[in-house]
């Protein structure tokens, strides 16, 4: 079964730019979350989608924002980049755990640089 | 804001001991504790979860214990490897809300 899937994996932007960022989930996982990881603030949740819905929402600005498809994929957008944008930005599927929580499987992560 | 947290950001420890990784978390209501590796330019992976109900759980090579009572997760890591260098991540579940991570403690084996 293939793990989760980001594409790209590393870019550079400009400040002011935008970049759109793409997840494809586990085969058959219909929820999307996301995360950006930082050296200073670790991992902080972005929003997660469920059959197309946003599910939850984390406390980012409005720049930030997602979607999913009926195909369960998943993109998110940044707008008017900042400095402060550049982050790791993980994507992960979500299944049950052996104990019963659910567990994020995570994809390699897209790298954005903002100059 | 309550969130979960680390005791210490890295550890270094020889090849064939075993290490403690530990975590301090300030919300009783959590349902689930979940211990995450991450390896250097991938995403973290999942180790090993604990129900709150439960006080301890054992994987292979880990073991995770759950203290309630002074909000306390631990992983203990047996016979540490090389292969175990990497950031290990505690995160704390609650129904209908994302999973909380914690800061990280960077795990360092020598050999």
């Given amino acids: 079964k293939a793990g989760v899937t980001q594409t790209p994996r590393y870019l550079i932007k400009t400040r002011g730019q935008q970049v759109t960022l793409s997840c494809s989930p586990i085969s058959g996982h219909r929820s999307v979350s996301w995360y950006q990881q930082t050296p200073g603030q670790g991992l902080q949740f972005l929003f997660e989608y469920f059959s197309e819905t946003q ?6 600005p409005g720049r930030f924002s997602g979607r999913q498809f009926s195909n369960s994929r998943s993109e998110m957008n940044v707008s008017t980049l900042e400095l402060g944008d550049s982050a790791l930005y ?3 599927s979500t299944s049950r755990g052996p104990s019963g929580a659910n567990v994020l499987t995570f994809g390699a992560g897209s790298r954005l640089t903002v100059l | 804001g309550e ?4 005791h210490l950001p890295t550890l270094s420890v020889q090849e ?5 990784i530990n975590c301090a978390y300030s919300n009783s209501a959590s349902d689930y504790f979940i211990w995450y590796k991450q390896e250097s330019g991938k995403g973290p992976q999942f180790i090993i979860d604990i129900r709150s109900n439960m006080d301890k759980r054992q994987g292979q090579r880990v073991t995770v214990l759950l203290n309630k009572t002074v909000k306390h ?16 991540f505690c995160a704390e579940s609650r129904a209908g ?15």
Avoid: E, H, M, W
């Avoid at chain 2, 969130?3 to 680390?6: E, I, K, P, Q, R």
């Avoid at chain 2, 997760?73 to 290990?88: H, K, N, R």
């Fill in chain 2, 16 to 20: 064939g001991d075993n290490s403690i």
């Fill in chain 2, 3 to 6: 969130s979960v947290g680390l």
């Fill in chain 2, 97 to 111: 809300t994302a999973l909380i991570f914690g800061k990280g403690t960077t795990l360092s084996v020598s050999s």
């Fill in chain 2, 73 to 88: 997760l631990s992983l203990q890591i047996a016979a540490t490897q090389p292969g175990d260098s990497a950031v290990y």
């Fill in chain 1, 90 to 92: 993980l994507c992960a």
């Fill in chain 1, 55 to 60: 599910r939850n929402k984390g406390n980012f």
